[in-house]
């Protein structure tokens, strides 16, 4: 099933805004394109690569990565000059920032219409280098990860370790709790993405199908 925002920002009930479609084709005639498909090169490079052949002339095409290289991505559409990283964080009526990552060859028109979009959607648009990871996710898995190794080293209860970091540190969500609510298949791909050392532990509930929030088991129990 493919969405398609049609309308503008307002302040009209969402339903009035938006059409559903089941074929790419449907989108032929939308502006700003974003994929938000798995954490994956080769399953986004599939969705992008038919977004470019059914996008119009003047449509923009963004990708929701928080770790691949939008460079390579921009290169699967056929439009590396229209595309842009367009990373939203979670959950996304709290958080503020998008990180914006441009293709080299993205034109001007391109990033003055991510930077107003942004704006629309009451965001702050931070421009970021097209690195692994960007800023926030490269900085902040290893702590992550950091927090796994603690808890083998001590056998804490992952509750106690979340608690001290928002208390002690002011962080509204543990580091545990965090990878959970990511997911810690997302975050295993985001890690080797980056090239952070994975902790056995986050490898091992993955390979159990224990993703965290989204299977109602991770560090912490959601049933």
């Given at each position: 099933?493919?969405?398609?925002?049609?309308?503008?920002?307002?302040?009209?009930?969402?339903?009035?805004?938006?059409?559903?479609?089941?074929?790419?084709?449907?989108?032929a005639?939308a502006?700003?394109?974003?994929e938000?498909?798995a954490?994956?090169h080769?399953t986004?490079?599939?969705?992008?690569?038919e977004l470019?052949?059914?996008?119009?002339?003047?449509?923009v095409?963004?990708?929701?990565?928080?770790?691949?290289?939008?460079?390579?991505?921009?290169?699967?559409?056929?439009?590396a000059?229209?595309?842009v990283?367009?990373?939203?964080?979670?959950p996304?009526?709290?958080?503020?920032?998008?990180?914006?990552?441009?293709?080299?060859?993205?034109?001007?028109?391109?990033r003055?219409?991510?930077?107003?979009?942004?704006?629309?959607?009451g965001?702050?648009?931070?421009e970021v280098?097209?690195?692994?990871?960007?800023?926030?996710n490269?900085?902040?898995?290893?702590?992550?990860?950091?927090?796994v190794?603690?808890l083998?080293?001590?056998s804490?209860d992952p509750?106690?370790?979340?608690?001290?970091?928002?208390?002690?540190?002011g962080?509204?969500m543990?580091?545990?709790?965090?990878?959970?609510?990511?997911?810690?298949?997302?975050?295993?791909?985001i890690?080797e993405?980056?090239?952070?050392?994975?902790?056995a532990?986050?490898?091992?509930?993955v390979?159990?199908?224990?993703?965290?929030?989204?299977?109602?088991?991770?560090?912490?129990?959601?049933s």
């Open positions: 099933m493919v969405s398609k925002w049609a309308g503008k920002l307002s302040e009209e009930p969402i339903a009035d805004r938006v059409t559903i479609v089941s074929e790419l084709s449907g989108l005639g502006t700003f394109l974003v938000a498909v954490e994956d080769a986004k490079a599939s969705v992008l690569s470019g052949r059914h996008a119009g002339g003047d449509a095409l963004a990708t929701t990565t928080s770790s691949l290289s939008v460079a390579d991505l921009a290169r699967e559409t056929g439009k000059d229209r595309f990283g367009l990373h939203v964080f979670n996304v009526p709290k958080m503020d920032l998008i990180e914006l990552a441009y293709a080299p060859d993205a034109n001007g028109d391109v003055e219409r991510a930077r107003k979009l942004c704006a629309a959607l965001k702050t648009a931070v280098p097209d690195i692994a990871g960007f800023v926030v490269r900085l902040l898995f290893p702590y992550l990860f950091s927090a190794d603690l083998e080293e001590t804490m509750a106690s370790i979340d608690r001290c970091m928002q208390l002690g540190a962080h509204p543990g580091p545990l709790a965090l990878l959970d609510y990511v997911g810690l298949d997302v975050s295993k791909a890690g993405a980056i090239g952070a050392k994975i902790p532990r986050v490898e091992a509930l390979a159990a199908g224990d993703l965290g929030k989204k299977t109602g088991k991770g560090f912490h129990d959601y």
